[in-house]
């Protein structure tokens, strides 16, 4: 039905406000004429709103208009004292002021509109340039002004015309050129003085106490590099002195895996999105305990590989960031039924059992393949476990390897 014919229509009530008829202001009313915004019913015919950008108003805006009136108002006053030949009245005096402050309440009032566009623009794109950048451009623009300045000593020997437009060029390109140049290297700069801008800019809960586990793992520096872990990383002594001592173990595979740690730690040290720090405790036999006592001292998360601690930690509501659990949301699912292929490499627990392995490490136990070990078989899964370490894959051979 169209507008014209709903209208024409007899109701007791309108159809928009569900109120009487005659409850409904008109169009020609005084209370419609008084506020003309549009309420929640009366949209535009063509459906579209156009919104005026909001202009510039406020203190500075103002601030920049009344200075200009004073300025323009005086130069106003000035001009009728000077300009006249014979003494003017004060009706005529106050004309020219008049006339100079209406010019300045114009001119101020375009150049504050400009001048507060500059400012938001300019405190916009502060906002959005990290303190570590700010403050490197700060130290450079200092020191290209300096430069500028000991340059520009031999340039006040020429005439005015010509030394004034180079010591200004001279000050605006050095200026330019040594705020650019620190704030793209602001890493580097802070480098040199050993501190790491990233870490100071990330949040105040990224603090991450470290377990032996998680260093020996080594993943732990993968999830640095990728930008999942960052922060500050707390390494306890007692962990710092379980490493030394599986590097000086006996053992060539339990000296292997600490030597790994020590490096993972000296990767760790030299990437630039974390800051590892030493906490000393003195007396410490439990170094597992003392672990999730820090973090709960700290307010921060245990990262570890470790089941058991990774338990303990979180029977006491201390978070813990299981590397083994991220890695395993990161794995393709596998359900039973799903036909793989895998290359079969050792034998199994159980009689005629072969052991392959996925390509994110999940170790799949094949059933009646002992003699395909070294070959590379197509497989059913028939079952899939879920340990606290990760997952473990049941599989039958399949079709033709059957």
Known sequence: MSDSTSSSAPSSEDASTGQPASDVASPGDPAVLADPRPGPGHEPADGVHTTKPPQPKGRLVEGVRLIFIALLGTAGYTIGIEGARVALSSARLALY??????????IGG???????????????ELRRTPPAQLAAGTVGLVLGLSIAALLTFPLFRLPATAAWPAVVFTY?????LGYG?????????????????RVAGAAGGDVIVVDTSALIDGRIADLANTGFVSGTLLLHEGVLRELQAISDSSDPRRRTRGRQGLDILAE???????????????????VD?????LARERGGQLITVDANLSKVAEAVRVPVMHVN????AFRLPV????????????????????????????????????????DDVSIRVTNVIQTTTGRMIFAALGGAEA
Do not use: C
């Not at 002021?97 to 300045?104: C, E, P, T, Y």
């Not at 890493?187 to 050993?194: H, M, P, S, T, Y």
């Open 268 to 286: 760790l040290q030299r990437n630039p999105t974390v800051e590892v720090s030493l906490v000393e405790e003195a007396g410490v036999r439990d």
């Open 325 to 328: 659990g991220l890695a395993a």
């Open 335 to 374: 359900s039973p039924g799903d036909d793989l292929s895998i290359h079969l490499v050792k034998e199994g627990r159980e009689h005629d059992q072969a052991v392959g392995y996925l390509d994110d490490g999940t170790m799949v136990v094949v059933e009646s393949a002992k003699q395909r070990i070294g």
């Open 110 to 124: 375009v150049l504050g509109r400009l001048t507060a566009r500059a400012v938001t623009g300019m405190e916009r």
């Open 289 to 293: 305990a003392a672990l999730v006592r």
């Open 181 to 197: 140049l620190a704030r793209a290297r602001a890493d580097e700069l802070f480098g040199l003085v050993g501190l790491k801008p």
């Open 172 to 176: 605006l390109a050095f200026g330019s």
């Open 97 to 106: 002021v008049f006339m100079g402050a209406a010019v300045g309440y114009v």
